[in-house]
């Protein structure tokens, strides 16, 4: 029951969260999805769908594969419970840097689990940058031992979610790393790289824990 409780509130509150990032698009300044929200909508992730007819087809033509997900503000564990979160620590999606983002494996990146090397992704900001990112790495690491580097010459995307997906207890060690980097030629060159922290701690999907990783 608390399982689906979990998935309810996830799939409730996204209608929520879609609205709010609609104002944040009209001009609203960090429209809130509902009033006592600590947080603010910052982005639309996006997986699309592969064409097998033309590798090098680019990016913007391609259709979304399912639902956008709306990527809020601060990997807090009361934010995880409503949809993906960007880890502030990190810088936002489309700047040089490597932007972590994270979520619950068994709601919003549970289809972590069927992405594979050369699948792209796109991410629309709220100030309407659009960049796309094509995954290059994907695996497993142990939480304890592993650090996300935040710094990149160029746009990366790193996803993470807890692991095993199908796990009956959660708060285990293991998390599930996917990187992409950025698209060159996708409708806009790279920004210039920026100083960031040399690490970042982020909160996990479902243990509560902090997740100390490093690529």
């Known amino acids: 029951m608390q399982a689906a409780w979990i998935e309810v509130k996830a799939c409730t509150a996204q ?9 944040n698009q009209l001009g609203a300044l960090s429209a809130r999805p509902w009033p006592w929200a600590d947080t603010t909508p ?33 990997a807090s564990g009361r934010n995880l419970a ?19 983002i994270a979520a619950h494996r068994d709601t919003h990146f549970k289809m972590l689990e069927t992405l594979a090397p050369g699948d792209r992704l796109q991410v629309e900001r709220v100030d309407g940058q659009v960049t796309f990112f094509a995954v290059t790495d994907i ?9 996300i580097a935040l710094n990149a010459d160029e746009p990366r995307l790193t996803l993470v979610t807890c692991y095993p997906f199908d796990a009956i207890r ?6 599930f790393v996917v990187t992409a980097d950025f698209i060159a030629g996708a409708g806009h060159s790279p920004p210039h790289s920026v100083a960031r922290a040399a690490a970042s701690k982020l909160q996990t999907a479902d243990s509560g824990r902090r997740l100390s990783a490093k690529q």
């Open 15 to 23: 209608a929520l969260i879609e609205a709010a990032w609609e104002r």
């Open 139 to 147: 695996r497993i690491v142990d939480s304890r031992t592993t650090r």
């Open 82 to 100: 409503f949809g993906p979160t960007h880890d502030a620590a990190s810088v936002l999606p489309g700047d040089a840097g490597n932007s972590v």
């Open 170 to 175: 959660p708060g285990g060690p293991l998390r």
């Open 42 to 74: 910052v982005a639309r992730l996006s997986v699309l769908e592969r064409n097998p007819r033309s590798v090098s087809m680019p990016p913007q033509y391609a259709s979304p594969r399912g639902e956008p997900l709306i990527v809020l503000e601060g």
